[in-house]
């Protein structure tokens, strides 16, 4: 078994790197709504950072169930999205600049710089919890980081985090 990094663009020894672009770092090219390429219990470890949220919500069931099957039994999913509540929270403080919510509706629906950069799901650990208990995975867990990759999962624009960190047991 190996360690997926899905989205990622940086090399990381120990790890294989999947995303829908090709670059120098990545070995598979291809779309996480499509795993049939990978066979079962594959990887150990997969991680995610801000990937989930371009699935659009009819796909969301069967990538998720994908992830499971690839990972072996007591294998991890990692995952990191935009969390819904905590962006809605700053569109509608009033002590937000115009600026700062304009930022938060941009990390809502995807900033829009190619076809790809679309956000179709909007995730909360409600919604976490319930689409990966369906998709196969028993502990899921809320966590603050993960510490493996400098990328959007620890990013605080504004002293606080913006992204939903959780990992999910298979």
Partial sequence: PFKLHVGGKQAKAGWKVLNIQPGPAVDFVGDVGDLSAFPDACAEVIYASHVLEHVPQPRMPGTLAGLCRLLVPGGQLMVSVPDLEVLSHTIL??????????????????????????????????????????????????????????????????????????????
Wanted: hydrophobic letters at 45%; charged letters at 20%.
């Fill in 93 to 170: 403080s009033p002590h937000a600049s115009a600026s700062v919510k304009f930022l938060a509706m941009r990390m809502m629906f995807g900033g829009q710089v190619d076809a790809n950069d679309i956000h179709y799901f909007g995730w909360t650990m409600q919604f976490m919890e319930q689409f990966l208990h369906k998709a196969g995975f028993s502990k899921v867990q809320r966590v603050e980081s993960f510490g493996l990759f400098k990328d959007t999962s620890d990013h605080r624009p504004w002293g606080f985090p913006i992204s939903l960190n959780v990992v999910a047991t298979r």
